[in-house]
């Protein structure tokens, strides 16, 4: 038996451990197999059939978000149009305005310069009426006064003689006379 352990020792060490024994490259390689075509029958095409169906809906979903982004910069777009419109329309209505004030002013001002030369003509007018008044009674008062001064200097009365009067007149408008030559 000795003989027997040396032997199976000796076959032993002429044994490489890194190499395994054939039955177990036999049953590895079936096994291999068989997982092989299980992978490549079963899983393999539910992956590629999930990894399409994910491709999709990632290009699916781009094409929306392409869309989305080509939608809001044609929004920014009009709305960049209508703040352009609308900064056109409040610069023109304030032109407008401006011009429309200019006007008002200038209409309120030739209306107070005409209202105030009216006024003036009117102002004018009557004191040239006033004047005239007071002339033609000044000329009354300072006739009698004269007539009755005369008259009490001769000692008779001399206002109703019409000589009188008509030296009177001529009187006053000698003086009228030597006043405007005087201005």
Same mark, same amino acid.
């Given at each position: 038996?000795?003989?027997?352990?040396?032997?199976?020792?000796?076959?032993?060490?002429?044994?490489?451990?890194?190499?395994?024994?054939?039955?177990?490259?036999?049953?590895?390689?079936?096994?291999?197999?068989?997982? =092989?075509?299980?992978?490549? %029958?079963?899983?393999?095409?539910?992956?590629?059939?999930?990894?399409?169906?994910?491709?999709?809906?990632?290009?699916?979903?781009?094409?929306?978000?392409?869309?989305?982004?080509?939608? %809001?910069?044609? %929004?920014?777009?009009?709305?960049?149009?209508?703040?352009?419109?609308?900064?056109?329309?409040?610069?023109?209505?304030?032109?407008?305005?401006?011009?429309?004030?200019?006007?008002?002013?200038?209409?309120?001002?030739?209306?107070?310069?005409?209202?105030?030369?009216?006024?003036?003509?009117?102002?004018?007018?009557?004191?040239?009426?006033?004047?005239? =008044?007071?002339?033609?009674?000044?000329?009354?008062?300072?006739?009698?006064?004269?007539?009755?001064?005369?008259?009490?200097?001769?000692?008779?009365?001399?206002?109703?003689?019409?000589?009188?009067?008509?030296?009177?007149?001529?009187?006053?408008?000698?003086?009228?006379?030597?006043?405007?030559?005087?201005?």
């Amino acid at each position: 038996m000795l003989n027997a352990l040396v032997t199976v020792a000796a076959e032993e060490e002429a044994h490489n451990p890194l190499i395994p024994a054939t039955y177990d490259i036999i049953w590895s390689a079936v096994c291999f197999v068989i997982i =092989a075509i299980v992978v490549i %029958a079963v899983a393999i095409p539910r992956l590629n059939k999930v990894l399409d169906a994910r491709s999709a809906a990632i290009e699916g979903n781009i094409e929306k978000a392409d869309e989305a982004q080509r939608q %809001a910069e044609a %929004a920014l777009a009009e709305y960049t149009q209508q703040l352009a419109d609308a900064r056109r329309e409040a610069g023109e209505i304030r032109e407008g305005a401006r011009v429309d004030g200019k006007k008002i002013v200038d209409e309120a001002r030739a209306n107070a310069q005409a209202e105030a030369e009216r006024i003036t003509v009117s102002a004018q007018t009557q004191i040239e009426a006033e004047r005239q =008044a007071a002339m033609i009674s000044l000329r009354q008062d300072v006739g009698s006064i004269a007539l009755d001064l005369a008259g009490n200097v001769i000692g008779e009365t001399m206002s109703e003689d019409a000589k009188a009067q008509a030296v009177v007149d001529r009187f006053l408008a000698d003086l009228e006379a030597s006043e405007k030559a005087a201005q």
